[in-house]
């Protein structure tokens, strides 16, 4: 064995062996998904498709539907608001002013999902932010109920994903050459039309891979939804949590974790197949 | 996607892969070293499995301080959540502690698994004051009891609100206000039986009263921390609550009231038990009988307002008048709602499905 292969084996063995790891474990999810529930144990019975058939209940159909628009909405909203800070950051010249927007939308990356989370609780409450300003302002005489709702879980999402997105977007953007645009504006194009006809198909992959990272990552959020939602919001991530850690459910919870898997995976191939025509129809 | 998730591998010739398998077998070789070194370090003392936070520090200042101080032995702790410490209790070969600490039902999960030792109560003389109700199994005994029962916020709830009654949680003025724990809703179960007619084996007698409280519940919480951060910020002025937890709050300066209903309130034991195949089993047994010593259960008591599980324990006045903290008999047999703890491990699954397909959402 010659050096450059033994150095190739000792670079991919981690992930080997994390391969291994996770493929050992969803072997052990789908094998609990088959099996029966023993109430009162946690030995599971004989093989049976049962689990999968109680997915069909409201309860389980309004948590995969919550958690896809969750995802969809948060990816596009991530998308909106991360779009025009990670262009800032990349092409605004201010030193002080470059910072401020790198510390503003990176900061919460650094705080984990937990804490900003609680933020959000505090900013959301009846007697939160919020609520506060809006009674003081005279808008409102009873506080807006956003705590436990879809727009809340929403809104803590969107600003958990907010960070990831603007350093994807502005490596994107910063790839982007700027002497397309200035051939734009030679050409008489202005500032709106070289943005739209230029600087955003050139930043093409940057959004697509946003839209991909964001979607899985909402798609599995645990703490916000849990914690936000506070159990008025059912998704696929808090259910298993229910299901598995507090009845002790194992085999309905692994069948619901394969469905969801099995949900994500579709969507993604989705997301494939249209970078795949964006590309075909002529992006960067 | 499948072809394109393989061919990333196409480079990896016969020749890497000798080289792959020696770099994984030793990257499991490392992890395992470090397992047994851990395992090493706890060799000299007696382990004891335990939730983290609030509970590992009080049995810390409480017990084990008194055990390290009469044996020499130190403690360790294994810390976890309940269903995590079970599930790597079920999957160890060892026992990975000595003593296991959990909640009454849970335990019966453990003695089903045959995890636990039967217990030899002649090596636990203060087992001959331990009340009834903490005696669970001959596997698992009681370490200290709480209640589950209503706390509220009255400067946050109508003037004349009272909770003399369970039925009062369904006043229609508390719309929106209520929550109660998602991770176990047997508490509330019960009471709508029994409210009903029933009581926790026919529970189903009180599934159309639950449902009539749905208008009220405004939030689940799911833990501990939640609980205290949703009454405490107002959100849920009115929960169905761990009594230690709302006496807690209160000396954190949060005013919440804890209420005794008239048909008292729902009881919970934690227990410990001595892991089945513990080295130490001897040492544990120590454990346990300080766990139960007058003195110990005092500070427990004084601690966490807890109710002690022995009958000689000393406790103030002004804990002792506390609700949900029992010192006489007379409080056990008419004030705990008791669940069969083996039903409410049988049951908790069906329940939990039950409560979130039909009140969650």
């Known amino acids: ?284 | 996607m499948i072809k394109k998730l393989l061919s990333v591998g196409h480079w990896v010739d016969a020749s890497v892969g000798g080289s792959v398998i020696a770099s994984v077998a030793m990257s499991v070789a490392l992890s395992a070293g470090a397992l047994f070194a851990t395992a090493a370090q706890a060799q000299d003392a007696l382990v004891v499995s335990t939730w983290g936070g609030s509970f590992r520090d009080l049995i810390d200042e409480t017990i084990s301080k008194e055990f390290t101080k009469q044996t020499g032995v130190p403690v360790k702790y294994i810390t976890g959540g309940t269903i995590d410490r079970l599930n790597k209790a079920k999957l160890a070969g060892k026992p990975e502690s000595d003593i296991t600490f959990t909640t009454s039902h849970i335990g019966w999960l453990y003695v089903n698994s045959n995890l636990y030792e039967k217990l030899d109560t002649s090596k636990i003389p203060n087992y001959s004051h331990l009340v009834d109700r903490a005696k669970i199994s001959p596997y698992h005994i009681g370490s200290w009891a709480y209640v589950y029962t209503i706390g509220y916020r009255p400067d946050l709830v109508p003037a004349n609100i009272k909770f003399d009654s369970w039925n009062d949680l369904w006043n229609p003025e508390l719309k929106g206000k209520l929550s109660a724990p998602d991770f176990d809703p047997s508490h509330i179960i019960d009471i709508a039986a029994i409210l009903s007619g029933g009581d926790a084996s026919t529970w189903q007698k009180g599934e159309a009263k639950l449902k009539a409280l749905k208008p009220n519940f405004k939030a689940y919480y799911t833990n501990d921390a939640n609980s205290q951060q949703l009454i405490a910020s107002g959100e849920t002025p009115v929960q169905v609550l761990l009594s230690m937890n709302a006496y807690y709050m209160i000396g954190q300066g949060v005013p919440i009231k804890v209420a005794m209903p008239k048909e008292g309130a729902v009881l919970g034991v934690d227990t410990m038990a001595i892991m089945k195949g513990s080295p130490r089993a001897d040492l544990a047994y120590k454990f346990i009988n300080i766990a139960l010593s007058p003195e110990v259960q005092s500070k427990i008591v004084a601690a966490k307002k807890a109710s002690p599980v022995i009958d000689d324990a000393k406790v103030s006045a002004e804990d002792a008048a506390l609700p949900g903290v029992f010192t006489t008999k007379q409080q056990w047999d008419t004030q705990a709602i008791v669940i069969d703890d083996k039903l409410r491990a049988e049951k908790t699954a069906e329940w939990r499905k039950w409560f979130t397909e039909n009140m969650m959402n």
């Open chain 1, 1 to 284: 064995m010659d050096a450059r292969s033994k150095l190739k084996g000792w670079l991919i063995s981690p992930a080997s062996f994390i391969a291994l790891c996770i493929c050992v474990a969803l072997a052990t999810v789908l094998q609990y998904s088959v099996r029966a529930f023993i109430p009162g144990s946690l030995d599971v019975g004989g093989l049976t498709l049962a689990n999968f058939t109680g997915l069909t209940k409201p309860i389980y159909l309004e948590a995969f539907v919550n958690t896809l628009r969750l995802s969809v909405e948060t990816t596009i909203f991530s998308i909106l608001v991360a779009y025009p800070l990670a262009y800032a950051l990349v092409r605004v010249r201010n030193r002080f002013f470059k910072s401020f927007i790198l510390i503003v939308s990176i900061t919460p990356l650094f705080l984990g999902e937990i804490v900003r989370t609680y933020s959000w609780i505090i900013v959301l409450g009846n007697n939160g932010f919020i609520n506060t300003v809006l009674r003081k302002l005279g808008i409102i005489d009873q506080p807006l109920a956003l705590m436990f709702t879809h727009l809340g879980v929403l809104v803590a999402l969107v600003h958990v994903t907010i960070p990831v997105v603007v350093l994807m977007l502005a490596t994107a953007i910063s790839h982007i050459d700027r002497d397309y645009e200035k051939a734009a504006e030679s050409l008489g194009a202005g500032p709106v039309r070289t943005f739209l006809t230029v600087t955003l198909p050139l930043s093409m992959p940057g959004i697509l891979a946003s839209v991909t990272t964001s979607f899985a990552w909402t798609f599995s959020a645990f703490a916000t939804p849990q914690m936000i939602g506070g159990g008025r919001v059912p998704t696929v991530s808090t259910l298993v949590y229910q299901l598995g850690f507090a009845s002790m459910n194992f085999p309905l919870a692994a069948s619901l974790s394969i469905v969801g898997l099995a949900l994500t995976a579709v969507a993604l191939m989705l997301l494939g197949q249209v970078t795949r025509r964006m590309k075909a129809f002529g992006g960067h």
